[in-house]
């Protein structure tokens, strides 16, 4: 019966792609508001570890290159999320935002009671900065805003994206945080 109920719930998120399933598109002006940090910069490192109470997680480090909204105390800020490959051990959380090493993204964050800054709306509060191969300007995509640069072949920038969806200038997006900030 498990298998049944699993195969229903996969076949329902296949056959209507476009739906998000638990995840509520948040528009920057929700994203920024939400937020205590508004940050881009570059994935220096990711950690994996557990917690007091035995759950995994991955630490990345970002190098801050510009800082959009409120205050960040150095050159580096920490992002946690849930998650992570740990020895044999490999923990997935729906939805959750990933990072991989040397990639530069802006990043919306609450700041935990550690200091750590948590992605707003998990993968949501997490944009991917891309070149463009037509123009060699920066767009900026996540999974609701944003599509592939002009004239982008990079393997990055394929994949699926929602019909609406036209790049995204990181200045547009930088003047619209920067514009929501009050």
Not at 53 to 68: A, P
Not at 88 to 98: I, S
Not at 110 to 139: A, H, P
Request: proline share 5%.
């Amino acid at each position: 019966m498990k298998r049944l109920i699993c195969l229903f719930v996969c076949l329902s998120f296949w056959l209507h792609p476009a739906v998000a399933g638990p995840l509520l598109p948040l528009s920057v002006q929700d994203l920024t508001e939400a937020a205590d940090v508004v940050l881009q910069g570059k994935v220096l490192s990711r950690k994996v570890a557990r917690d007091d109470d035995g759950r995994v997680f991955t630490s990345i480090q970002l190098q801050v290159q510009d800082v959009w909204k409120g205050e960040v105390a150095g050159d580096t800020f920490e992002v946690v999320h849930g998650g992570g490959i740990l020895g044999l051990r490999k923990v997935e959380v729906l939805f959750q935002v990933e990072f991989a090493l040397g990639e530069e993204a802006v990043v919306f964050c609450r700041i935990n009671s550690k200091g750590q800054g948590v992605t707003i709306g998990m993968v949501q509060g997490k944009f991917d900065v891309l070149k463009s191969d037509y123009d060699s300007k920066l767009y900026v995509r996540n999974v609701f805003h944003g599509g592939a640069p002009p004239g982008s072949s990079s393997p990055q920038t394929r994949g699926i994206r929602l019909p609406h969806q036209l790049p995204l200038p990181i200045e547009s997006l930088k003047a619209q945080v920067k514009g929501g900030v009050k």
